[in-house]
């Protein structure tokens, strides 16, 4: 079998690399297809054979595994899904990401983000077992240790609020970065808002 000799612009997962054997008479009998991001980008792989090798960068071209240059050729929506059905459903939904604001000194949320912790209780909600994620950070406005702490106590209000839900958890984690993961660089002891937040990530 030809080896995947590089691969850019994403993990595994996400670029949606799927290999297996083709059922069209037409197509080799085995070969990898590109597939788009949730975004709609891709990565790109080189398939090196025993004589030669291909790039594919594109969704939806495939290269062929088992010729001694490996080959490429585009599949149809239809085909990957016939080919590939069972394989793209047993992937697990790629991770949610939110951002929620506070406002300066405390654990109180931005009127935009306590609306927005709504949607996070559904991304929860709709995965059941879900792996957490949570993260607190501060501005620098203050001591060092002062937003260390502060980025935690965010972290756990987050936490609690989404616990009093009552939704099924496999596990939730929280830590604190304070001021040292700025979203937006600043000098110290400067009071940024968009620095003031935690970020949830649902798997």
């Not at 062929?64 to 240059?69: E, F, K, W, Y």
């Not at 929860?124 to 060092?144: C, E, F, K, N, Q």
């Not at 620095?195 to 798997?203: A, K, L």
């Amino acid at each position: 079998m030809a080896q995947r000799s590089g691969m850019h612009g994403g993990n595994l997962l996400l670029a949606a690399l799927v290999a297996g054997l083709a059922v069209s008479a037409c197509a080799p009998k085995s070969w990898v297809v590109l597939l788009p991001n949730e975004d709609g980008s891709t990565g790109r792989i080189i398939v090196s054979g025993p004589e030669g090798q291909a790039e594919v960068a594109e969704a939806g071209t495939a290269a062929s595994l088992d010729t001694a240059v490996p080959e490429t050729f585009d599949v149809s929506r239809g085909e990957i899904d016939t080919t590939f059905g069972d394989a793209l459903q047993a992937q697990p939904s790629p991770p949610a990401v939110f951002r929620l604001y506070f406002e300066l000194g405390g654990t109180q949320l931005t009127p935009e983000s306590a609306a927005l912790l709504q949607d996070v209780l559904n991304e929860v909600g709709a995965r059941p077992g879900a792996d957490l994620s949570i993260v607190g950070h501060t501005d620098t406005a203050g001591a060092a240790a002062d937003n260390e702490a502060l980025g935690l106590e965010r972290a756990h209000f987050v936490r609690d609020r989404i616990i009093a839900a009552g939704l099924k958890l496999d596990r939730i984690s929280t830590e604190s970065h304070g001021e040292g993961n700025l979203l937006v660089p600043t000098a110290d002891d400067v009071s940024e808002p968009r620095n003031r937040r935690v970020e949830i990530v649902v798997r």
